[in-house]
């Protein structure tokens, strides 16, 4: 048998399906807002953590490099200041040297005048000494002649 609705039934079912589906749509997008929104907000926040790690590491890294390049700069200057102190030290010892070199060369030039002084002095000290033992041989030779004459003529 055939079911035949009244316009009256049919636009008051109508109107409560219509409200039913009105009724679960709103919920369903309800729902789907909070968990879209739950969502977004959860990404949101993980995004922020992401960032502030990242922001953080980043931070760290560069001031670990700065720390790094200001010792590298220390290092620097440190290297500059001993190969600065090593040119003052050769310079220094270069004069020293110079000096050294110039006080020996004197001493040599005085050394070498010394010689030839005493060279000659002892030269003519030589020639002194060769006619006096000429002198003396002289005088021994005629104390000779002198007691040999004289032992023959007595």
Known sequence: M?????PADTSKMMQ???????????NYME????????????????????????SQQVSSARQQWETEAQR???????LN???????KIF??????????LKTVKEMDRSHETFLQGAQQELKKDMASLQKKILADMKQQEMAGVRESLQSMLF
């Open 2 to 6: 055939p079911m035949l609705f009244l």
């Open 16 to 26: 409560s399906k219509k409200k039913r589906l009105d009724f679960l749509t709103k």
């Open 31 to 54: 729902g789907s807002q909070q968990k879209l929104e739950q969502l977004w907000n959860n990404q949101y926040s993980q995004r922020q953590k992401l960032t502030e790690q990242y």
């Open 72 to 78: 590298a700069e220390d290092q620097e200057e440190q």
């Open 81 to 87: 200041n001993m190969k600065r102190q090593q040119q």
């Open 91 to 100: 310079q220094q010892l270069k004069v020293a040297h110079k000096q050294k």
